[in-house]
């Protein structure tokens, strides 16, 4: 497999305004955190906000995060592929960035699922030599992509039993009854019909009420940027039994969620076999598709089937006591 940035320096759809700002409407005004407008323009690209959260389950900081993501026990939906685009802009470099910031009483800068490029890093290596920062890596996790390709090939280089599972037992399905594919115009109706699969699944829903706003937002926003969404049902003889939650934006599709009925045909994998009609559809109109990062209940599935993967890492850039504490403990 492939390990590479799969991003150019323009963006992410997860620093998208959609994103950011439905992000700051629903959240922005929690009172877990303290929003920071840092442009004073109302722009919510460029906000950060601070939050009070214990390290270690005891020890009290003052975190400093992007808006658009959560941290430590303040848990909104995950974005990824995230970067200081909108910042470096407005302030014309990383050191004017950070003598903004450092107005603020904060213990560290947080930089959640971001890209480890060698530039970025070296640029944060720099950063912390001069400023004084102790740089921990808090986390780091590969995010999966098919990349745009023939799907006739992409299928020759899976192994039998992984083409089996997400694409040749489709004709075993069909004998269970009638296949469709039926899209969605409701988000509100595919995020509850998401919450139900995970409840059964997981014991858990997929969505609280605050994310499913929030997410009812950006999929209304991101058509203005370019961007389609796609809720998608497989039913069989009407019977729903799997859900996709989808995005497409700048050539690529993003697998953002999914739910299935587990079990509903004994051995046949209800999720997978949606899932890879949705990257046949996807390869077959000359998009890639995003799995993003995160694996499933029982294995690592998204290895199995990427071409591509990219490190995300979060960074705490550590000051004060806590840069100390960081050096003799690592990470948070």
């Known amino acids: 497999m492939e390990s590479k940035s799969v991003l150019s320096a323009s963006g992410s759809l997860f620093r998208t305004r959609a994103w950011v700002e439905s992000w700051v ?5 929690s009172p877990r ?9 109302g722009d919510a690209l460029e906000m950060m906000y601070l939050i009070r959260h214990p390290l270690k389950g005891v020890l009290p900081i003052r975190s400093l995060v992007i808006a658009g993501y959560g941290h430590a026990n303040f848990n909104p939906p995950r974005g990824e592929y995230n970067n200081l685009n909108s910042f470096l802009q407005l302030f014309g470099g990383m050191d004017a960035l950070v003598k903004e910031i450092s107005r603020f009483s904060w213990s560290q800068w947080v930089l959640t699922d971001f890209c480890a490029e060698h530039d970025f890093e070296q640029a944060l290596a720099v950063l912390s030599g001069v400023q004084g920062f102790t740089v921990v890596v ?16 992409y299928k020759k280089q899976l192994s039998s039993s992984i083409r089996a599972k997400y694409f040749n037992r489709r ?10 594919l039926n899209e969605l115009t409701s988000s509100a109706d595919c995020f509850g019909i998401l919450n139900q699969f995970h409840q059964l699944r997981w014991g858990r829903p997929c969505y609280s009420p605050q994310s499913m706003d929030f997410f009812s937002l950006f999929v209304d926003r991101i058509r203005s940027e370019g961007g389609t969404p796609v809720m998608q049902l497989m039913q069989v003889d009407g019977e729903i039994v799997s859900v996709l939650f989808d995005i497409v934006w700048q050539g690529v599709r993003y697998n953002l969620q999914s739910g299935y009925a587990e079990g509903r045909y004994g051995q046949l994998a209800l999720g997978s076999l949606h899932l890879g009609f949705a990257i046949q559809h996807a390869l077959e109109n000359g998009q890639g598709y995003d799995l993003l990062a995160g ?10 089937i990427a071409t591509e993967s990219t490190s995300l890492k979060t960074y705490c850039l550590a000051q004060g006591w806590l840069k100390g504490l960081y050096k003799i403990y690592g990470k948070n």
């Open 25 to 29: 409407d629903v959240w922005g005004n």
């Open 33 to 41: 955190i303290q929003l920071i407008d840092l442009g004073g323009r």
């Open 138 to 153: 808090s986390k780091s996790e590969a995010a999966y992509r098919i990349g745009a390709t023939n799907f006739e090939s």
């Open 171 to 180: 004709t075993k399905l069909v004998e269970q009854g009638k296949l469709e």
């Open 295 to 304: 694996m499933g209940k029982h294995s690592n599935y998204k290895e199995k």
